[in-house]
T-cell receptor, first 113, second 113 residues
Framework: ETGVTQSPTHLIKTRGQQVTLRCSSQSGHNTVSWYQQALGQGPQFIFQYYREEENGRGNFPPRFSGLQFPNYSSELNVNALELDDSALYLC????????????FGPGTRLTVL | GENVEQHPSTLSVQEGDSAVIKCTYSDSASNYFPWYKQELGKRPQLIIDIRSNVGEKKDQRIAVTLNKTAKHFSLHITETQPEDSAVYFCAASDTGTASKLTFGTGTRLQVTL
């Protein structure tokens, strides 16, 4: 198992609400990437944080935002939740941003009703 | 941006047989190609990866080959076992400042007795 942890494991929200998901990276890793995995699909890149700065973003609207803290843990915030936001949210940590191996956390299963 | 196609979507083999999963990518600048195994309800787990300066890499029963000219890479599993049953994802890195992984759509491998 990797040293990447995520909380909470499961979450149920209603449309229009806001949610914050958390990720602790593996010791020594300064880069965290967030992915959304819809049921039956591959993970899709949301964004990456490197040393507390956003370092790349996928094709997700601005209501998906994030933070990285000095200890390199990270948060994913989603505002104005929509039904299609229901998915497994995965974070992955890596040593640096440039093509280093990414190790995934167990994910947070978000259900939007 | 990068596009990764993966085939087949499902694969059923008998225990002891070999399994091959193929992926193609579109961005010739991609230079890192990991493979992840995801069991039901669990995190994607890195099983092997290859970088563009290498044509083949092997780790016990698992091997990956890369053809940069044709822009395709393949996962080979020999002597399959029931515990190999899972969904396998290939991915390619979008080089640049962020190591964004673009994933294929996944292959559900079932190893039957």
């Amino acid at each position: 198992e990797t040293g990447v942890t995520q909380s909470p494991t499961h979450l149920i929200k209603t449309r229009g609400q806001q949610v914050t998901l958390r990720c602790s990276s593996q010791s020594g890793h300064n880069t965290v990437s967030w992915y959304q995995q819809a049921l039956g699909q591959g993970p899709q890149f949301i964004f990456q944080y490197y040393r507390e700065e956003e370092n790349g973003r996928g094709n997700f609207p601005p209501r998906f935002s994030g933070l990285q803290f000095p200890n390199y843990s990270s948060e994913l915030n989603v505002n104005a939740l929509e039904l299609d936001d229901s998915a497994l949210y995965l974070c992955a940590s890596s040593l640096t941003g440039a093509t280093d191996t990414q190790y995934f956390g167990p994910g947070t299963r978000l259900t939007v009703l | 941006g990068e596009n990764v196609e993966q085939h087949p979507s499902t694969l059923s083999v008998q225990e002891g047989d070999s399994a091959v999963i193929k992926c193609t990518y579109s961005d010739s600048a991609s230079n890192y190609f990991p493979w992840y195994k995801q069991e039901l309800g669990k995190r994607p787990q890195l099983i092997i990866d290859i970088r563009s300066n290498v044509g083949e890499k092997k780790d016990q029963r698992i091997a990956v080959t890369l053809n940069k000219t044709a822009k395709h890479f393949s996962l080979h599993i020999t002597e399959t076992q029931p515990e190999d049953s899972a969904v396998y994802f290939c991915a390619a890195s979008d080089t640049g400042t962020a190591s964004k992984l673009t994933f294929g759509t996944g292959t559900r491998l079932q190893v039957t007795l």
